[in-house]
């Protein structure tokens, strides 16, 4: 028979984070499918719009890159013009996950699931903006390094740009469900303060548990000085007796 023993708020945590991980993901290999069409669509048209240029045929490529006479380039951080009641559209990256202020606990977590196994292949399109932090889409060429074009990152196409802004409307909808789960998990598991409490409340959250390191019984102190006087009879450490 199982003993039970007193859970411990890192124990909560730990539990919390699995069962979140588990929660949404279900939703890593249908955003990363999104994404990866959206990185073929945006590269079949890029290389078709440096093809039709006049002397840069795809078969002059590695010639012209190696020569330096273009540009090469193997990624690329898209963007798109963003609408503004009577003002000008203003270009804008896609940004598929805001990091939000001074809220550690809730960018940490996001962390967790991009990092997650079930999220690999959508962390493959993301790249953290170096001095937001914002997850923003990255594509990469499949194809390796391709002519780069002026303003090539800014998304004109109607339908790619719908792709890419369900993207991340779609994510980011998933992160705060996640932090949402989370927190509701949370409080569950500190309404319980053993782990018997937990299998009968959320067996679901007890399986995960981490089970409490087992402690080696102490001596009493009678015990511990007898021996630590014995120790300063005999030498710390004893040398052995001659022959």
């Given at each position: 028979?199982?003993?039970?023993?007193?859970?411990?708020?890192?124990?909560?945590?730990?539990?919390?984070?699995?069962?979140?991980?588990?929660?949404?993901a279900?939703?890593?290999?249908?955003?990363?499918?999104d994404?990866?069409?959206?990185?073929?669509?945006?590269?079949?048209?890029?290389?078709?719009?440096?093809?039709?240029?006049?002397?840069?045929?795809?078969?002059?490529?590695?010639?012209?890159?190696?020569?330096?006479?273009?540009?090469?380039?193997?990624?690329?951080?898209?963007?798109y013009?963003?609408?503004?009641?009577?003002?000008?559209?203003?270009?804008?990256?896609?940004?598929?996950?805001?990091?939000?202020?001074?809220?550690?606990?809730?960018?940490?977590?996001?962390?967790?699931?991009?990092?997650?196994?079930?999220f690999?292949?959508?962390?493959?399109?993301?790249?953290?903006?170096?001095?937001?932090?914002?997850?923003?889409?990255?594509?990469?060429?499949?194809?390796?390094?391709?002519?780069?074009?002026?303003?090539?990152?800014?998304?004109?196409?109607?339908?790619?740009?719908s792709?890419?802004?369900?993207?991340?409307?779609d994510?980011?909808?998933?992160?705060?469900?996640?932090?949402?789960?989370?927190?509701?998990?949370?409080?569950?598991?500190?309404?319980?303060?053993?782990?018997?409490?937990?299998e009968?409340?959320?067996?679901?959250?007890?399986?995960?548990?981490?089970?409490?390191?087992?402690?080696?019984?102490?001596?009493a102190?009678?015990?511990?000085?007898?021996?630590?006087?014995?120790?300063?009879?005999?030498?710390?450490?004893?040398?052995?007796?001659?022959?």
């Amino acid at each position: 028979m199982q003993k039970h023993f007193s859970i411990t708020n890192a124990m909560r945590e730990k539990v919390a984070d699995q069962l979140t991980l588990q929660a949404v993901a279900q939703h890593g290999p249908r955003i990363a499918a999104d994404l990866a069409a959206l990185n073929d669509q945006f590269w079949t048209k890029h290389r078709a719009a440096v093809e039709a240029l006049p002397g840069l045929s795809k078969k002059h490529w590695p010639d012209l890159i190696l020569a330096g006479a273009v540009t090469a380039t193997a990624s690329c951080t898209p963007s798109y013009m963003q609408p503004r009641e009577g003002k000008e559209p203003y270009e804008q990256k896609l940004v598929a996950v805001h990091k939000n202020y001074k809220e550690d606990a809730r960018n940490a977590l996001i962390g967790q699931v991009m990092g997650s196994q079930a999220f690999e292949g959508v962390s493959r399109y993301l790249e953290r903006e170096r001095y937001e932090g914002h997850w923003l889409i990255g594509l990469k060429s499949p194809t390796g390094g391709v002519p780069r074009l002026h303003y090539m990152e800014r998304i004109t196409d109607p339908a790619l740009e719908s792709l890419a802004l369900l993207i991340c409307s779609d994510l980011a909808g998933v992160i705060e469900a996640a932090v949402a789960f989370r927190a509701q998990a949370m409080s569950v598991l500190q309404a319980c303060r053993t782990s018997r409490q937990v299998e009968d409340l959320f067996p679901e959250a007890a399986k995960l548990l981490p089970q409490p390191a087992k402690n080696t019984k102490a001596l009493a102190p009678t015990e511990l000085a007898a021996s630590v006087r014995n120790m300063l009879v005999q030498g710390v450490p004893p040398v052995a007796a001659q022959a």
